[in-house]
């Protein structure tokens, strides 16, 4: 704020209004989606195969629920056949693993997914063991991601996918660059650590017990957070000019923290807040990130979005890989 | 160097004579196996069962040929059932598969360790996708190195493991420390990162695309290098007082490349050249590292002595688990 006879300084206010450009995760998710839905096409045309999906989900877990509806319309807009098993939450994991050992046995199921995470009394580890390595979709299985590990062709997790997606079709140079991820989750931190590793990227990971923490990620030319941490990540964490990826979806329901976060967007998501309770913010802090980084994802609308395209793609892989195509 | 007129400050002398302190391999490699002996005597006695490894060797490769016999040797001397089954170079992948096969159904067989590298005729991959995963003792299936990279229990590398051993039993601490790995291969850099990021360690991997790799491996408190390249990793590389490990074993043919590798110790190796036609170096200067490092192991008698001392143990692990113990 200017005081009483202060000047402007025209440097200053560009200094001020400097952005970091904006990652479109939509473009990029509706991008490959129609790269799958054109490969569904020829590959009913050229071997009358339709690659189909289920999705199995246990209990009423309302996110869960919304999720797995977005798996669902996203494979039938996209012209992939998909069944959806909803089991009530007193499910056991025999019964599960029953309804798994079914499913791998269908010759016309390409892919299953068990949306996790499950009611806490099924044993999770056998489910995701129990599936198909052929037919896990979510690269959750042990041998995929020794697999991954190996460098070998496989179905790799599908938000650390869309990520790397979103890094290639926007040109960021991965080949030598500095990368570092904050979180060491089996879902994305590990896998993406993989995956950037393959593509000759130097690899950091960071986590809770990182001592000094910025003094590390500050030396990221691609700085990943997925932590589950509102705004964690803030200026000082980031090297200016750095792309930043933010995992991170968190609800924000306090309106003082809200100001606080999104600077000149402050105002339309209150806006949200009042109308629907919270507003979504990531892993990282969306007014400081816009002042240092060279790029960044929003949230929402950002990595969120390139999952469920990834998953499309892993079902085709599977679908095309179980065919011998 | 004086000059003369000079006086000698007994501070730089001091400094000068800085050396780091060597960890001792062979120290801990023989702790290792003591427990190892003791456990296989236990077994023994309390259920009756002796632990078998069996090593496969194709062709004859010398280097090959004294590892395999190493192991063997020292599976006998700590109380294992050991099988030796020396191939011909123009074995095909069909027979080692049919071989494996047998050995997977032999209920009395532990542990099969096929040494690499195999003649190149042989299809590598398939070879060790066909080890029962509970009988790979070198964790090199897929199944394993997923297991290890999901932080379940299971059969790791050799090598990594007996880099742990070294660092836990010489009390270096790991949690929350900076570690960094030079090399990135599916036997050392990539499984040793997973143990490392396991026991809460920051994690950097770095590799021949790495930019400026002086100025991110000197913030390493634990600085690995497993690249192959003798000598490599000079003061430079070096954080003040880091504790250095150095998997690289490189021989050394050239007195004046010795003279400069190997400071204090140079006449000695020389000598050793002149005697057999070569001296071992690592990867890291030794020379170097001495004025900078708090403590390095030393080749050989480093790392070396470790990884057979770990194979014993996860014979006996896959042993234990193999009889539900």
Redesign the interface.
């Known amino acids: 704020m200017l005081g009483f006879g202060e000047t402007m300084n025209p440097m200053k206010i560009e200094c001020e209004k400097k952005r970091a450009q904006l990652l479109d995760g939509a473009r990029v998710a509706e991008e490959i989606k129609r790269e799958v839905a054109e490969d569904i096409e020829r590959l009913k045309r050229e071997h009358g195969a339709v690659p189909c999906l289920v999705v199995v989900r246990v209990g009423e877990d309302p996110a869960s629920r919304v999720y797995v509806r977005n798996k669902v319309r996203t494979s039938e807009a996209l012209g992939l056949r998909s069944e959806h098993r909803a089991l009530k939450a007193e499910t056991t994991t025999e019964e599960l693993l029953n309804l798994i050992e079914g499913l791998n046995a269908r010759d016309d199921v390409d892919g299953i997914l068990v949306q996790l995470p499950l009611p806490k009394e099924i044993d999770e ?1 056998r489910v995701i063991e129990a599936i198909d390595p052929a037919k896990d979709v979510d690269g959750f ?12 062709e496989t179905l790799a997790p599908c938000t650390p996918v869309g990520i790397i997606e979103l890094l290639e079709r926007n040109a960021i140079t991965i ?2 660059a ?1 990368s570092c991820i904050v979180g ?1 989750s ?1 879902i994305v931190g ?1 896998p993406v ?2 995956l950037l ?1 393959q593509r ?8 809770s ?3 000094d923490l910025s003094s ?1 990620t500050r ?1 990221a030319d691609v700085l990943i957070a997925a932590i589950g941490r509102p705004g964690f990540i803030k200026g000082e964490h980031i090297k200016p000019g750095a792309t930043v990826i933010d995992v991170g979806i968190n609800r924000v329901t306090d309106e003082a923290q809200a100001r606080e976060l999104f600077g000149e967007e402050a105002e339309k998501r209150i806006e949200i807040i009042r109308a629907r309770g919270y507003t979504l913010v990531g892993d990282v802090h969306p007014a400081e990130a816009d002042q240092v980084a060279g790029r960044r994802t929003p949230v929402p609308g950002g990595v969120g979005l390139l999952t469920v395209a990834a998953l499309m793609r892993n079902t085709l892989k599977a679908a095309r890989w179980r065919r011998g195509l």
Chains 1, 2 share one sequence.
């Not at 299985?141 to 070998?152: A, C, E, F, K």
């Not at 000759?200 to 986590?207: E, G, M, Q, S």
């Open positions: 580890r299985h042990p041998i995929n991601v020794g697999r991954l590990s190996l460098g070998q080949s030598g500095n060491r089996q590990r650590a993989q590793l000759d990227a130097t690899v950091i990971i960071c986590h017990r990182t001592r590390i030396q």
